[in-house]
């Protein structure tokens, strides 16, 4: 099982970055996926998730800022992040998880300057 994120990168504060998250190896469409994100020194905290059907959830930290996404056809979940703040910076994770079975990508560094 592999899950490939990419897109992170350096950002000025109010900027936007979409990330992804390629699957492999699983049925993409039986697991639900969320990004997860970790900054330094503090524990690692969700972000958004959406279930196998497309129902989409967020902190209030993040709601009306990113949105999650995913395309079935592609294996892909997406992170578009808007408006973004020097406390977004962490590291963000994409997860896949469906009853018993859980599985982690990466990560990839988001940098928001001020």
């Known amino acids: 099982v592999q899950l490939q994120a990419s897109g992170g990168g350096l950002v000025q504060a109010g900027g936007s970055l979409r990330l992804s998250c390629t699957v492999s190896?699983?049925?993409?469409?039986?697991?639900?996926m969320a990004w997860y994100r970790q900054a330094p020194g503090k524990q690692r905290e969700l972000v958004a998730s959406?279930?196998?059907?497309?129902?989409?959830k967020y902190p209030d930290s993040v709601r009306g800022r990113f949105t999650i996404s995913r395309d079935k056809a592609k294996n892909t979940v997406y992170l578009q992040m808007n408006s973004l703040k020097p406390e977004d910076t962490a590291v963000y994770y994409c997860?896949?998880?469906?009853?018993?079975?859980?599985?982690w990508g990466q990560g990839t560094q988001v940098t928001v300057s001020s």
């Open positions: 190896g699983i049925v993409f469409g039986n697991y639900a």
């Open positions: 997860n896949a998880k469906r009853g018993g079975f859980e599985f």
């Open positions: 959406i279930t196998s059907g497309g129902s989409a």
